[in-house]
């Protein structure tokens, strides 16, 4: 009998691991001697999408790095669920010193590792939204400008959750947050501020700049991968659904980012050189709506009356990206 | 204490922190009844052997397959596929092509010589089986995997039944069928052929059997009255397929009409035209969508070139032509006479409206109930006769193939237990895998390939086999096309999408476990598996 290839593995690339892919095409995740850099015990909320995609990138990194790797966290959630003194869920080399000065931290280790000629052991600098978006922000430019070799890791989850859900730079328009209250006749978060941080990462010309959601896991740690073949000042912004902040149920948090793709409000694309070099088509399109629905930061768009005009205006600006970025051509 | 300046404790790990404390429900995993092993007739167990199918296991999967059901090359090709209708893959895209996989790997045992061995103990027990068809040969089968001593006994002068006399060759060619009887025999089942049973006592104590299966199926055609001319040709539908399984194809001229609505009446229509019949005409009382006939078979029957004419009944038949009444259903869905009559031209007229079952076997043997024309048994599939069991066609049934095979192994499954005097063993039945639990984004997007089928204009002048089978690379993409309803096929979901890293993964094969003391229950793994081979309940208190 000839055994032909067949490209048909039940579920592809979509799930976590694949019995059907040979072991090395399998992803870093499903893969019983992953690091687990962070492990159990961590004091994240119920169904904390940061607290997974902080695994999925610093487990894929240090299989990329073997194992040679340090993380300088900002602060913010992550950092407080993880390291409530003495305990730490950390299984990497991991530092923290203030909100806004991750960036320059990690610039710092990277000139260090680089002075004792350490140079094998890579740099990733982290943080939320809020710390990366809003305060550690000139720090990034700076380490951006002057092409230092970390790779700066955002977990985005929209807002200041770890004080009790704050706008940031990175809440998107229409949702609610404690600064942001759903009242008066344009309720949440105003449209037309904020800023897409990735886009002024691009602007910077730095060799890599990507997108991701906690729910492409593949694709995720494909782009960490690529991130770690490259030297110089790289940018990774992971969109974590946040059921505290977003007010959804704690099982949804990988639907929601799926959602958040599949509806073109958040693009996922990679860029070189300030370049989009690559997108992630959108597999199913769906309307913005589909995406708004279970969150109650959203809940003012539909009770007591659905507000029409404004999940019209969200949908305009999924439109946009849909164009923009070409998220609806072939897989 | 010797610590740093300004450390007053040890640092220590997270673990400390027990946060599966935080729960209020807690995922299980759980095992469901897959739609379409809930669906078999024979009782296989469909989404396993696919499994092993997926893995290019299939020797492993033909094993599968073998635990259940002796005929896969035969039911690959002849089982109307329940499973296939009931495949949640269905409103996805389409079904599973999960009888065509079964042809592959039935096909694929025999071209390999595959064989299954009797590991079983001798039991000391001798079982007589009246029949060889298809749930007689199940029974022999199974009971011979348990260790009993089987002799077959059947009229007929090769084994077989109803596959070999009443299905036409274009639908199982007769190598495939005398392959997977010839492996029953090698299993030390004793064939005894041209050997009609009519006294069942005095064989069963001469041979000193301690029990019997009956499996003889319903080969008496259904009589109804037709008014006729002398000249009038009629024949009936079962001694016309069996004429032409025996090679000497019954004279039915050129214009046939075929009565009734059945797969027999299709199997007598589509073998009328391969006999060089240039019209062959179904008339069935009621309509399209009452027939009993499997769609499949109509319209395969229809490409052939087959007519069909609905709501008719003969009226009269003559030399050279019949007369129908056109009918109508009236509010019961009963059809009604309307006095509409029609002439048609007509060489020959062959009866196809039911078959009854010969009950002079069971004549004088205390205790055996028949009702409605069949014999009647319990779920065991005894009869009211202590050590008698019967199944097939001759007991309540839709009678098909498949279903003679089920009613062949669930009755053997009982004989070992009653001769053991011991109870079987009921497996457990799940609740139902049903479509709205399964999170389909994770399969690949894959329409069902389709089995290459001959030319109808090449069907029409031969009896070769008119559906094809799958080669290796598509059988094994057919079988990947499955979605492993209700049970856990190890994608690692789970493992992967857990925040708290609360589930162990213990291996190729051996699944996952949940590490309670971590697991905070937010519910991630229950959302995003695939399967829906987890559930959320409330955390025991």
């Known amino acids: ?331 | 204490m010797n610590t740093p300046f300004a450390i007053t404790l040890r640092v220590g790990s997270s673990l400390a922190n027990k946060t599966g404390a935080w729960r209020t429900e807690r995922p299980v995993y759980v095992d469901r009844m897959p739609p379409c092993n809930d669906a078999c007739p024979a009782g296989e167990n469909v989404q396993r052997w696919l499994y092993h199918a997926e893995e290019a296991g299939y020797q492993e999967a033909w094993r599968q397959i073998m635990a259940d059901n002796p005929f896969p090359a035969v039911m690959g090709r002849v089982c109307y596929h329940p499973c296939q209708t009931a495949c949640n893959r269905a409103q996805l895209d389409e079904s599973v092509g999960i009888n065509a996989v079964e042809r592959f790997l039935g096909d694929e045992a025999i071209r390999r010589g595959w064989t299954v061995p009797v590991t079983a103990p001798p039991a000391g027990t001798r079982v007589l089986v009246v029949g060889a068809g298809p749930s007689g040969l199940s029974a022999a089968y199974h009971l011979r995997l348990r260790g009993h001593e089987v002799t077959v006994r059947d009229a007929g002068e090769r084994a077989g039944g109803m596959m070999r006399y009443g299905i036409p060759v274009y639908r199982l060619p007769r190598e495939v069928l005398d392959a997977e009887v010839a492996r029953i025999e090698a299993m030390g089942v004793r064939l005894e052929l041209g050997h009609p049973v009519t006294d069942l006592a005095a064989e069963m104590r001469d041979g000193h059997f301690d029990a019997a299966f009956l499996g003889i199926g319903a080969q008496l055609s259904h009589r109804t009255y037709l008014p006729a001319g002398d000249s009038a040709r009629i024949l009936d539908a079962l001694s016309v397929l069996r004429t032409i399984a025996d090679g000497e194809p019954p004279r039915l001229g050129r214009r046939v009409v075929v009565y009734g609505g059945g797969n027999t009446a299709m199997d007598v229509a589509r073998s009328a035209r391969r006999l060089g019949a240039t019209e062959a005409l179904v008339v069935y009382r009621r309509t399209r969508d009452r027939m009993p006939a499997q769609p499949s078979e109509v319209a395969e029957a229809e490409e052939e070139g087959v007519q069909m004419r609905w709501l008719s009944t003969i009226a009269h038949a003559g030399r050279g032509s019949i007369t129908v009444e056109k009918m109508r259903l009236d509010d019961t869905g009963y059809p009604q006479p309307t006095g509409e009559l029609e002439e048609l031209a007509a060489d020959s007229v062959v009866l196809a409206i039911g078959q009854d079952v010969d009950r002079s076997i069971v004549d004088g043997l205390a205790g055996v109930e028949v009702r409605d024309g069949v014999v009647q048994v319990g779920p065991d599939m005894m009869t009211g006769h202590a050590g008698v069991f019967a199944g097939g066609d001759m007991v309540p049934s839709d009678r098909t193939v498949t279903t003679a095979i089920g009613h062949g192994k669930r009755a053997a499954r009982h004989i070992d237990a009653w001769l053991r005097g011991a109870r079987p063993a009921r497996p457990p039945r799940p609740p139902l895998a049903t479509f709205d639990r399964l999170n389909t984004w994770y399969y690949s997007d894959a329409p069902a390939t389709v089995r290459p089928r001959l030319e109808p204009a090449r069907r029409v002048s031969t009896f070769d086999e008119v559906t094809g089978g799958l080669g290796e690379s598509t059988a094994l993409y057919e079988a990947r096309r499955c979605l492993s309803c209700g049970n856990c096929f190890e994608c690692d979901n789970c493992y992967g999408m857990c925040p708290d890293n609360a589930i162990v993964k213990l291996g190729p094969g051996k699944r996952f476990a949940i590490d309670y003391d971590y697991c905070k229950g937010c519910g991630i793994c229950v959302a995003e598996c695939p399967a829906g081979a987890i559930e959320m309940v409330p955390e025991p208190r």
């Open chain 1, 1 to 331: 009998m000839t055994v032909q290839r067949v490209k048909f593995y039940q579920t592809g690339s979509f799930a976590v691991g694949n019995r059907l892919l040979d072991p090395a095409q399998r992803s870093t995740q499903a893969r019983m001697d992953r690091a687990n850099s962070i492990t159990s015990g961590h004091r994240a909320c119920q169904g904390c999408g940061e607290a997974l995609a902080a695994r999925y990138v610093l487990d894929a990194a240090s299989r990329a790095t073997d194992g040679q790797l340090v993380v300088v966290n900002a602060t913010g959630c992550l950092e407080v669920f993880s390291t409530p003194y003495p305990e730490s869920a950390w299984r990497v080399p991991w530092l923290h010193s203030l909100f806004g000065n991750a960036p320059a931290v990690a610039s710092g280790v990277a000139a260090a590792l680089r002075a004792r000629g350490r140079t094998e052991i890579r740099v990733i600098g982290q943080g939320g939204d809020g710390g990366t978006v809003d305060i550690g922000f000139g720090a990034l430019s700076g380490m951006f400008e002057r092409n230092d070799d970390v790779l700066y890791v955002c977990y985005d989850n929209q807002a200041y959750m770890n004080t009790g859900v704050q706008r940031s730079g990175a809440t998107p328009p229409a949702a609610r947050t404690a600064t942001t209250p759903a009242v008066g006749p344009q309720p949440g978060n105003t449209f037309g501020q904020g800023k897409s941080a990735p886009l002024v990462a691009m602007a910077h010309e730095i060799p890599y700049v990507a997108t991701a959601t906690v729910a492409g896991l593949r694709d995720l740690e494909a782009k960490v991968f690529r991130a770690m073949q490259l030297r110089g000042a790289r940018y990774l912004h992971v969109l974590v659904p946040c059921p505290l902040g977003w007010g959804s149920g704690t099982g949804e948090t990988i639907r929601l980012g799926r959602l958040a793709v599949e509806t073109g409000l958040f693009p996922v694309f990679e860029a070189e050189r300030g370049e989009v070099v690559a997108v992630t088509p959108i597999r199913r399109r769906l309307p913005v709506e589909e995406y708004l629905r279970p969150q109650r930061r959203y809940a003012h768009l539909f009770d007591p009356a659905v507000r029409s005009d404004v999940i019209e205006r969200l949908q305009a600006m999924a439109d946009r990206n849909v164009r923009r970025f070409h998220l609806e051509g072939k897989r």
